[in-house]
């Protein structure tokens, strides 16, 4: 799979352990706009998927999480690899810990009709809602997040995938 980009804060240097915590994105398009899941809480946009359980592989965990978090079931036979992109830095919770994450991003096809999300606690929480929105709405979001417990790079990872799927066509 191709590398889109790496976010690397080059800020670990006093680490002295690692936290490798993978994940799986899918990209559904409809009708010139993307599925994203909206967290209400917090007022940004985040791809559906998330993180990559012990015997899971990319695929298999993308598909799991889009259906968990958005509702959206994921046709197998129209997933293609798209890219992923590298992050790492020091941990936002221990200083001593290096975070680690690939996120692996799969363009698909989901069924028309969604079912019912299920969702984490933290996730309820936040009210992730699924939307169909354009591209810029979404950047322009996620470049102007307020207070939330998250690290911005994700904000800003989201945006630069939505920025090179618009560059190379996909809208």
């Given at each position: 799979?191709?590398?889109?980009?790496?976010?690397?804060?080059?800020?670990?240097?006093?680490?002295t352990?690692?936290?490798?915590?993978?994940?799986?994105?899918?990209?559904?398009?409809?009708?010139?706009?993307i599925?994203?899941?909206?967290?209400?809480?917090?007022?940004y946009?985040?791809?559906?998927g998330?993180?990559?359980?012990?015997?899971?592989n990319?695929?298999?965990?993308m598909?799991?999480?889009?259906r968990?978090?958005?509702?959206?079931?994921v046709?197998?036979?129209?997933?293609?690899?798209?890219g992923?992109v590298?992050?790492i830095?020091?941990s936002?919770?221990?200083?001593?810990?290096?975070?680690?994450?690939?996120?692996?991003?799969?363009?698909?096809?989901?069924?028309?009709?969604?079912?019912?999300?299920?969702?984490?606690?933290?996730?309820?929480?936040?009210?992730?809602?699924l939307?169909y929105v354009t591209?810029?709405?979404?950047?322009?979001?996620?470049?102007?997040?307020?207070a939330?417990?998250?690290?911005?790079?994700?904000?800003?990872?989201?945006?630069?995938?939505?920025?090179?799927?618009?560059?190379?066509?996909?809208?």
């Open positions: 799979m191709r590398l889109l980009f790496e976010m690397d804060k080059k800020d670990y240097e006093y680490c352990h690692r936290f490798v915590r993978n994940s799986a994105r899918s990209i559904i398009i409809r009708d010139g706009k599925a994203m899941i909206h967290s209400l809480k917090y007022d946009y985040k791809f559906p998330g993180g990559i359980e012990n015997g899971e990319p695929v298999e965990a598909i799991r999480e889009t968990e978090e958005a509702g959206l079931v046709k197998p036979e129209t997933v293609k690899e798209y992923y590298h992050r830095q020091r936002d919770m221990d200083s001593s810990e290096c975070f680690v994450q690939d996120n692996y991003y799969y363009l698909c096809k989901a069924e028309p009709e969604a079912v019912r999300q299920n969702l984490d606690a933290y996730e309820a929480q936040e009210t992730y809602t939307e591209p810029l709405m979404a950047i322009q979001k996620n470049r102007s997040v307020g939330s417990p998250y690290n911005p790079m994700m904000f800003e990872r989201e945006a630069r995938v939505l920025e090179l799927l618009m560059s190379e066509g996909y809208f």
